[in-house]
């Protein structure tokens, strides 16, 4: 095919614009400065003249000058003078789409789309976009489009053809009149490969893209795009000197948003009908629950909570303007090599936009997001995304949570309650949103977790209580002998590894991939027709599915046994006046975990076996954490609770004691009550002992006997 003539370009763009888009640059010209670009569909010119659209996918830099051109024009003729207009193209073909890693030589030059997710913005600078040139000899001005930011061009000579005295450059002196010359907004801006667009674990590539006027300053780290533009090249720079490796960019000449959540994950009309066919089952919680991290043996309650974390409970937005998070938060503390590390990385490829990442992450941006001085950038300071920025609607799996640096643990609060950072650093302000879930595992800090009956788990650990409070659901995962579990655990993980297949043989390509059968884009059936065991494709596709199309609301009965459970264990908490079994951040915990699991039966009405699901769990991992007496006020304080708790059970046996006898209580009656409530003869002794030297209790008659004060 020929290519159109170049000089051809302005009056066919003209007529274009007149044709079609008259009254959206009347539009333009009204709505000044608040829109300064005219957006034009890619198929609508094709309507118009497929040639002529093919010729802009091959030589776009030609088209967008002279298309820019043409409309600055029809401003100009509409009065409105001295305006840097823009025309933007969007929807490209489809055949134009790439991902970031898929970039190649063939490319440059050309338009092209990309889909990825921003991972970083610079600071937003003025640059010269049209340059007034003065020859010092004559006085005559001449104007020098400035394509780009590396270098000024300026005139080889005093023009004579429009007036000029016709000098070359060496015989006169040609100054830039700024006043005159135009400028315009410039970006640098940093896309990464989506996560879904990865293949098999490598590092998502990256790609740096300039973004001018009505472009710059308009995307955030973390949000997720279509950029239009073309691709070009340069050469990187040592010593001052070219050298012949190039750096690919992009200049960005239009944007284009997602408006679905999520929609990156396509699901067909034949996959939707599946969905909701599992959905159906009876017995679809098992078989989510069976589906998450299948070669890991046992811990179905801590399963079961991580299937409703994938799914999520719906964020609320209130009158006042505040919002509440949907998000269910859970941590995972354990014992080293309970398979703390195996969940985690197993839900961050099941999850849509899951992330995994460690506390420890070498990045500068770390969890949250960090403003960094960036050579790429022309040394300018840039804003870069976390781990928590780019899970946005997601879950972020954060392993070693403990040991996150002090920048991360000062804004994790403010992610992980209002799920947003701000940052103000440098001249860039930005509010990253960080709407994800967050699973985060931690270990003890003195090698294995001690009974909590002993040491509060809170002073176990190395986090602060208000960040741990965060959490809705907070498991203790110790990793205690039992013999007959053991055998279990220890057969299933030989199993699992004699079942595997050797990763060396599979890359060699001598032994087939073990995880193709999981790409499989159908689950398979078992012999009743129904699932068994989800593939991980599907879902993540039913996760998704389930995230955009269903809004859960508690129906009555559900919010009656969420709050009777509440007030329940707030009357079982006891006299103690310092201690609350429980607070009203648990009672959104609860709610957000009833929501998820009626999302799983993809049903809007939350009813009561959903809200005791929730419960069921709340008391397991209470339980479990804290044993019967659950003091949610140590989650807050990190206070020894249990111990307390200790000593109140010892004040009130010999209380007991000492009214029956009329007298005191003696020592071995003590022990052997204490012993019957749980606590260990030589705890009790210690406790007793303590009492005693605090003056809370005495000894009247000998060492025997006990009385209280
Ligand atoms: P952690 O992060 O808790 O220290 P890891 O996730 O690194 O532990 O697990 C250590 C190893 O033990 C892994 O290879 C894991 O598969 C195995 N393992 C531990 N518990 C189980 C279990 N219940 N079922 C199967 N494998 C397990
Ligand atoms: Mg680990």
Redesign the pocket.
């Known amino acids: 095919m020929a290519s159109i003539q170049e000089f051809d370009l302005p009056a066919r763009w003209t007529s274009l614009l007149q044709d079609t888009f008259s009254e959206a640059i009347h539009n333009i010209a009204r709505m000044w400065p608040e829109e300064q670009s005219l957006k034009v569909s890619y198929r609508i010119i094709e309507g118009y003249d497929p040639e002529f659209a093919q010729d802009i996918l091959a030589n776009p830099e030609h088209h967008f000058r002279a298309a820019n051109q043409a409309l600055q024009q029809f401003l100009l003729d509409a009065g409105e003078g001295n305006k840097v207009p823009f025309l933007r193209i969007e929807h490209l073909p489809s055949d134009q789409v790439r991902t970031v890693s898929q970039l190649r030589a063939d490319d440059i030059g050309m338009m092209i789309a990309v889909d990825a997710v921003t991972t970083k913005i610079s600071g937003v600078r003025p640059r010269l976009y049209m340059a007034v040139f003065e020859c010092a000899a004559c006085g005559h001005t001449m104007e020098i489009n400035q394509p780009n930011e590396q270098e000024l061009i300026e005139p080889l000579e005093c023009s004579q053809i429009d007036g000029g005295c016709g000098r070359p450059k060496r015989q006169t002196r040609f100054m830039l009149q700024q006043h005159l010359s135009q400028l315009i907004n410039s970006q640098f801006i940093e896309l990464q490969e989506l996560p879904e667009q990865v293949k098999g674990g490598i590092q998502p590539e990256r790609i740096i893209c300039i973004g001018e006027q009505d472009l710059a300053g308009q995307l955030n780290p973390g949000d997720r795009v279509k950029a239009n533009g073309v691709l070009f090249i340069r050469s990187q720079r040592k010593g001052g000197k070219d050298t012949p490796v190039f750096d690919i960019f992009l200049r960005i000449h239009s944007l284009e948003r997602q408006n679905v959540p999520l929609e990156e994950i396509i699901i067909t009309e034949e996959e939707e009908n599946e969905i909701k066919e599992i959905a159906r089952q009876d017995n679809v919680y098992d078989v989510l629950t069976a589906s998450i991290a299948p070669?890991?043996?046992?811990?179905q309650r801590i399963k079961e909570s991580l299937m409703l974390q994938l799914f999520g409970g719906e964020a609320q937005l209130n009158e006042d303007g505040t919002r509440n998070r949907g998000d269910i938060h859970i941590l995972?503390m354990?014992?080293?090599?309970?398979?703390?590390?195996?969940?985690?990385?197993y839900m961050s490829t099941i999850s849509p936009r899951g992330r995994f990442t460690s506390g420890q992450s070498a990045s500068a941006a770390g969890l949250t997001a960090a403003a960094v001085q960036d050579a790429t950038a022309d040394g300018r300071w840039t804003l870069e995304a976390g781990a928590l920025v780019l899970a946005d609607l997601g879950l972020a799996a954060i392993?070693e949570f403990d040991k996150m640096n002090a920048g991360d643990r000062s804004s994790m609060h403010e992610a992980m309650e209002q799920q947003k950072i701000s940052i103000s650093k440098a001249g860039i302000n930005a509010s990253l949103r960080t709407r994800c879930a967050i699973l985060a595992?931690a270990?003890p800090k003195e090698g294995r977790f001690q009974p909590v009956s002993d040491v509060p788990f809170t002073s176990q650990i190395n986090l602060a209580p208000p960040l741990v409070s965060r959490f809705d659901v907070i498991w203790l995962?110790t990793d205690d002998a039992d013999e007959k579990k053991d055998a279990q655990?220890a057969s299933?993980?030989v199993n699992?590894r004699l079942k595997g297949s050797s990763e060396l043989l599979v890359n060699e390509g001598s032994m087939p991939d073990p995880t193709k059968n999981q790409k499989g884009k159908k689950a398979t059936r078992n012999a009743g027709g129904g699932y068994d065991i989800l593939p991980k494709e599907v879902l993540r596709k039913y996760v998704a599915y389930a995230k955009r199309t269903v809004r859960p609301k508690l129906n009555d009965d559900a919010r009656k046994a969420v709050v009777d459970f509440y007030v329940q264990t707030r009357k079982s908490g006891g006299e103690a006046t310092d201690s609350v079994a429980i607070t009203a951040r648990a009672l959104e915990g609860l709610s957000r975990l009833a929501e998820a699991s009626a999302r799983i039966r993809l049903d809007e009405d939350v009813n009561l076996e959903d809200a005791q699901r929730a419960i069921r769990l709340t008391k397991t991992w209470r339980f479990e954490l804290m044993g019967e007496n659950f003091d949610e006020t140590s989650v807050h304080s990190g206070k020894k609770t249990a111990a307390r708790n200790q000593e109140r059970t010892i004040h009130d046996i010999v209380s007991t004691l000492q009214n029956q006898s009329g007298t005191y209580a003696t020592l071995i009656d003590v022990l052997n009550d204490a012993e019957r409530s749980g606590i260990s003869r030589a705890k009790a002794e210690d406790i007793i002992e303590k009492m005693c030297r605090d003056g809370r209790m005495m000894r009247p008659s000998g060492y025997q006997t006990l009385q209280l004060v």
């Not at 354990?334 to 990385?345: E, H």
């Open positions: 070669s890991i043996f046992g811990l995972l354990g014992d080293p090599g309970v398979a703390k590390s195996q969940l985690l990385s392993d595992a270990n995962m655990i299933h993980i699992t």
